[in-house]
């Protein structure tokens, strides 16, 4: 076994011990009997209390700063999505909206199931007693959900029906890619029609800790969603609720070490939670709106805030929409701002 090293836990800070001792724990990194890691091993989370000596459960009372490591129980909810490839047969801008309204907007994520081993029954003597054997395992979990807050345009549909409806068409049913298998000559092929989706699960820090702040992380290739969602247009007099919409996808799902290490160099780039909140910064904008606010006062037509033109009823301009900050686009879409973080 390794020796004794000082404990570093999921919050980052070293826990003190008393007499100078160390809290003893166990490096998974250093465990096979070679010395080094055990295959077949997750790599997340490698420094871990040796529970071994963990006596707190049984109800002995010891819970003292040298017992606190033992006591970081798994906590769940901080999970992380990102579209790492759209379509290719999409517009340009559409794939930019897709990843960015996944990466940003998804509220929730189901279909991850849990393994489960096959068996067979071998019988046996006179009254064929049964005798259970392993056979295999399937990892399955290719089916799963994403779920949005679906906004005024409708966004969410519009990209997903997009997406369908070029697979294939409502009308012929072919697939089309919109026109592009003929007048682009892009092949009709699932390299051309799917996405590849990134999902991880961190500790409460968010992913600061690189490997050793994930719990989980997965992958599914050749994802395509499954539905145009429609049901949600239904109404009922007197119900008025914001909808979430729950969009299936078929995927062919991964997870292994590679994947873990992928999922802690997109967190440690993103980097959105190194920041403290009581030092937020509120942006150039809203800056430039206080200097602003005298001749915001002596004009109707002067903008809210620096650079954003004054939404008109048929909504064709509104600036940085996918672009630089001062270009102008105009593809009739409801307009949709995000911080880029890069």
């Keep these: ?53 963990n006596n707190i459960f049984l109800g002995v009372p010891n819970v003292t700063q040298d017992t606190l490591p033992f006591i970081e129980p798994f906590i769940g909810g901080y999970g992380r999505v990102w579209c790492l490839q759209a379509p290719i ?22 279909g991850i199931g849990n393994y489960e081993l096959q068996t067979t029954d071998i019988t046996y003597g006179n009254n064929a007693e049964t005798y259970t054997v392993p056979v295999g395992i399937k990892k399955g979990n290719n089916n799963f959900n994403l779920r949005f807050q679906e906004m005024q345009g409708s966004m969410f549909r519009k990209i997903h029906k997009y997406w369908i409806t070029g697979i294939s068409d409502l009308g012929s049913g072919y697939g089309t890619y919109h026109g592009k298998t003929w007048s682009n000559n892009l092949r009709f092929s699932p390299i051309n029609h799917t996405a590849i989706i990134l999902y991880a699960l961190t500790d409460n820090s968010g992913g600061a800790y690189g490997l050793d702040s994930i719990e989980f992380a997965c992958m599914w290739f050749g994802v395509f969603p499954t539905q145009v969602p429609n049901s949600h247009f239904e109404f009922t007099q007197g119900e008025h609720a914001a909808m979430e919409i729950d969009m299936p996808y078929y995927g062919i799902y ?76 105009t593809k009739g879409m409801s307009p949709l701002s995000y911080i880029d973080g890069e």
């Design 1 to 53: 076994m390794p020796a004794d090293s000082k404990y570093i836990g999921a919050s980052g800070y070293d826990y003190p011990v008393n007499d100078g001792d160390t809290v003893k724990t166990l490096n998974t990194m250093t465990m096979g009997d070679d010395g080094g890691p055990i295959r077949g091993w997750d790599n997340t989370r490698q420094i871990i209390p040796d529970y071994r000596n």
């Design 89 to 110: 047969f999409f517009e340009v801008e559409l794939r930019g909206l897709l990843m960015r309204m996944i990466e940003r907007m998804c509220k929730g994520l189901s």
């Design 254 to 329: 991964h997870e292994n070490n590679p994947i873990n290490s992928i999922a802690a160099e997109i967190l440690a780039r993103s980097n959105f939670y190194a920041d403290n909140y009581n030092d937020f910064n509120m942006g150039p904008s809203v800056v430039g709106a206080v200097k602003d606010r005298d001749a915001a006062d002596e004009s109707d037509e002067a903008s809210i805030l620096p650079g954003v033109e004054p939404m008109q009823g048929t909504a064709t301009q509104y600036t940085g929409l996918f672009g630089n900050e001062g270009e102008t686009t």
